[in-house]
């Protein structure tokens, strides 16, 4: 039961322009959600939240809007950069049914074409 | 400034043989999680810690073991690595209390022959 989905595996973009990666959550208990990025043969590192009482968290370039009537986020980057390839994750957790478990998607690998 | 740190980062086993990833954070996390990334597949779950003394199944927890040895530290353990064992291992904590990010270690690549 994949509960965090993101059915794009990868994207190609031209620098400049805009990149939108998108994750599906199927959990209607999860509060909190979460974009990491990584670089090959580095760990995931945190790039924006979003708490489910918003529907959109911006941090310079980066910003995620979150649609809990349909169970969707999405992080936007303006404008892209050839630094921003990598892969995106996105992940959601449930405070007060599940703990701290954090739950995952598949990945998104954007390429910045330049 | 470690952060969380995970040792070794490359092993190399034969099927059958026994190890332990090793995880450790200093920056006074109540959670500490490991998954493993698959290509295809991304981050899944072993296993998480909530805090000190509890530890819980993720979504992929046959084949290990876990043990949350004191707060700082959270070793995985593999009793009898087999092939589908390969993967590149992530240690992770945050804090449980809040809505906060969870910080990786750099990932150990573990390949079983």
């Known amino acids: 039961d994949q509960q965090v989905k993101q059915n794009s595996p990868s994207l190609s973009v031209q620098e400049g322009r805009i990149s939108i990666l998108n994750c599906d959550y199927t959990n209607s208990m999860f509060d909190y959600f979460l974009w990491y990025k990584k670089y090959p043969a580095e760990g995931p590192t945190f790039l924006i939240s979003?708490?489910?009482?918003?529907d959109k968290n911006e941090d310079g370039r980066f910003t995620v809007f979150l649609n809990k009537s349909a169970k969707h986020l999405s992080l936007h980057i303006v404008p892209s950069q050839p630094g921003d390839s990598a892969v995106y994750f996105c992940a959601a957790s449930a405070r007060e049914t599940s703990g701290s478990r954090l739950t995952f998607g598949e990945g998104t690998q954007l390429t910045v074409n330049p | 400034n470690a952060g969380v740190t995970q040792t070794p980062k490359f092993q190399v086993l034969k099927t059958g043989q026994s190890m332990t990833l090793q995880c450790a954070q200093d920056?006074?996390?109540?959670?500490m999680y490991w998954y493993r990334q698959d290509p295809g597949m991304g981050l899944r779950l072993i296993y998480y810690?909530?805090?000190?003394?509890?530890?819980d199944k993720g979504e992929v927890p046959n084949g290990y073991n876990v043990s949350r040895l004191n707060k700082r530290e959270f070793s995985l353990r593999l009793e009898s690595a087999a092939p589908s064992q390969t993967s590149v291992y992530f240690c992770?904590?945050?804090?449980?209390?809040?809505?906060?990010?969870?910080?990786f270690g750099q990932g150990t690549r573990l390949t079983v022959v």
């Open positions: 810690s909530a805090s000190e003394g509890t530890t």
């Open positions: 979003i708490s489910s009482i918003k």
């Open positions: 920056m006074n996390h109540n959670s």
């Open positions: 992770a904590s945050r804090y449980r209390s809040m809505n906060t990010e969870a910080f």
